[in-house]
Structure formats: C-alpha cells, structure tokens
C-alpha cells in the first residue's frame, strides 16, 4: 500500500508571525500514528530554517524551488545543498505558478528533479493543464509530456511524489470532481507503468491538488489512485489537518 501523502503549500504567503502560529498547531494536532500518513509543510524560503527548527520531527519541510546548479554566482537561487544544510528533505518543483508565471520550461523543471534527487531531497513534481487545454481534451496529452520530459533526466523515481494539479482547480473553489481527479491519476499511473516500470506505477504516491478543503478531501482520498493531498490555501489555517 502506499503510504497517504499530505503537502502543505503556503507560496507566498506568511510572516514570522503567521508561521509560527501555524507550526504551533501542527505542533498540537493529533496526526493518527495507525493512519501513517506522510505530512509535508512547504513555507517560503526565508521561514525554512525557523520551520525546521521549531516543526514537530515527524513532519518534514519542504522547499518550494531548487536550483539545478550546485553552487557559484547564481543571484536569488538556492540550492541542494543549502536545503540540506536546513534539514529541509523535500522541494516542490514544476508548481504551475512558476511554469506560467516565471515562465519555466518542462527541461528545465527535469534537470533540477535531476538535481535534486542526485543531492538526496525528495520531489514533489507537479504536473496539470489548464482550462484551455481541458477544453480541447488535452488534459492527458499535457501531463504525460511534462512527465516525459521528466523521465528523459530520471530513471528512479522512488524519491518523486507526483503531484496532479489542474490549473482551473488552484486557488478557485472549483476542486475537480472525484471522476476528474481519478481519470486523469489513473491515466498517470498508467503512463508510468508503460514508460517507467510496473513497479514505478505500484509505489509512486499520485496527490492531488486545487481547492482541496476539509469538506472534500475525504470523497477524493476514497479514489483508489489518490494517494494524498497538496493543500494551498487551506494548509494556511493552523487548526485545519
Ligand atoms: P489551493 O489549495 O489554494 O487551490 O492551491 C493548490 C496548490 O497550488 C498547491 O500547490
């Protein structure tokens, strides 16, 4: 069985404040030990250290970019090292938010997976089309060639969990339908069993993300290729998860 995955995204968002009040509460939640469940905290970079430094040990930070070069003149990057050096063990990377509006290319999102997975942090790639794209049914087409690029840099994919976030879903309200999410987790894992390996499509986590709230996390979470959770806004309320 693969082990329930649970991100919290803040983006750009928080203060000193904020963060600590939110590490407070995860600090006092009851996370079920028989559930298991993976759960993942991603601040903005400046709180990464404060956050690992005053987070619970059972809950891991993560990154929300990496750089895909290891060191030297490379102005407002960060790199794997450096996240390490943090004890931070996860990065998200290919956020839609970074693909759209700083522009990032699919190559470029696979060497720093590349980069990341090399240095021992752990990835959460995210994948997902746009409205348009869903429109002209090309939902399937779309996150099967950012997975494709990905796999031209990767061969193991243990350390990735991928994470389906349809870009009309983010920050809307408008969650896809369970049939939504489920259709298109099952064509990723169908993906990966014909261009990875059947092992690979077995054991890695597929996560959703796009208005994911308390209410409808629980229908989602019951679709048999759902593994888990990449929250935005609602990771920022202290007493939610
Ligand atoms: P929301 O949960 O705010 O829709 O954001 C989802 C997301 O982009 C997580 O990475």
């Not at 999102?109 to 049914?137: F, M, P, Y």
Request: net charge negative.
């Amino acid at each position: 069985a693969r082990r329930f995955f649970v991100g919290g995204n803040f983006k750009m968002n928080g203060s000193l404040k904020t963060v600590k009040d939110i590490i407070n509460g995860l600090n006092n939640a009851q996370l079920d030990p028989n559930v298991g469940m993976e759960v993942v905290v991603a601040p903005s970079a400046i709180y990464l250290v404060l956050a690992r430094e005053l987070l619970r040990k059972d809950v891991e930070v993560a990154a929300q970019n990496v750089f895909d070069k290891p060191n030297g003149a490379f102005t407002g990057e960060i790199s794997v090292d450096q996240l390490k050096d943090a004890g931070v063990t996860w990065t998200i990377l290919g956020h839609s938010e970074r693909r759209v509006i700083l522009q990032e290319e699919n190559s470029f999102i696979a060497t720093k997976t590349e980069a990341a997975l090399k240095g021992g942090i752990s990835v959460i790639l995210c994948i997902g089309e746009s409205l348009e794209q869903r429109e002209a049914s090309k939902t399937i087409d779309v996150v099967t060639s950012q997975l494709a690029a990905v796999a031209q840099c990767v061969q193991d994919w243990s350390d990735i969990v991928i994470a389906y976030e349809p870009i009309w879903a983010i920050g809307t309200g408008k969650v896809a339908t369970t049939q939504q999410a489920q259709e298109v987790h099952l064509a990723i894992r169908k993906w990966l069993a014909s261009n990875v390996s059947e092992q690979t499509s077995e054991t890695t986590r597929i996560i959703y993300g796009g208005s994911v709230t308390d209410k409808n996390c629980k229908d989602l979470a019951k679709q048999p290729d759902i593994d888990g959770f990449l929250v935005g806004g609602a990771s920022l309320k202290p007493a939610c998860e």
